[in-house]
């Protein structure tokens, strides 16, 4: 059994090597595991994955993209959750800036939205917190906080 655990341990080290699969640990901060997330949309939708999934992969893949663009290379992704329930999708380090993502598909800024990014900020400093939502405009949302549209990611 040991070393089933282990080839699979191998193969998921190898897919993330070739960039099949993208490695997204959990923030210390918070609990749970590390997880692995397709890069490609068209794959994890041939896969069945759900919109909210999609949504994700893209999101990520759009970060990590302007990050490159940028020339910066090789941040920490992570994802960050509370046993209350709070989660944050993306918290992605590099040496200098540590920026954190939330997606939501809540139009408003919901009071539980409000309370968690409270909840998050007072537990990981942060330079920049985005919450993506399919609002019209950005809106600010406490310190170093944003509600930001989904299509200015891209933008």
Same mark, same amino acid.
Request: glycine share 12%; proline share 7%; no cysteine.
């Given at each position: 059994r040991r070393g089933r655990v282990d =080839?699979?341990?191998?193969d998921l080290e190898g897919l993330a090597a070739l960039f099949v699969v993208n490695q997204v640990d959990a923030h210390p901060a918070g609990y749970g595991k590390t997880e692995y997330q397709l890069f490609d949309c068209g794959l994890a939708e041939h896969l069945g994955a759900s919109q909210s999934a999609l949504l994700r992969i893209w999101? /990520?893949?759009e970060i990590l993209g302007q990050i490159?663009?940028?020339g910066l290379? +090789?941040? =920490?992704?992570q994802r960050y959750h509370t046993r209350k329930?709070? +989660?944050v999708d993306y918290v992605i380090e590099s040496k200098s800036l540590t920026t954190a993502v939330m997606i939501t598909e809540e139009e408003a800024?919901?009071?539980y939205l409000a309370r968690s990014i409270k909840a998050f900020q007072s537990k990981v400093k942060t330079s /920049?917190?985005?919450v993506l939502a399919p609002v019209k405009h950005v809106l600010k949302e406490g310190p170093n906080a944003w509600i930001v549209p989904w299509d200015k /990611? +891209?933008?």
């Open positions: =080839r699979f341990q191998e999101v /990520l893949n490159h663009y940028g290379i +090789s941040p =920490r992704v329930g709070t +989660s800024a919901a009071p /920049l917190l985005w /990611l +891209s933008g």
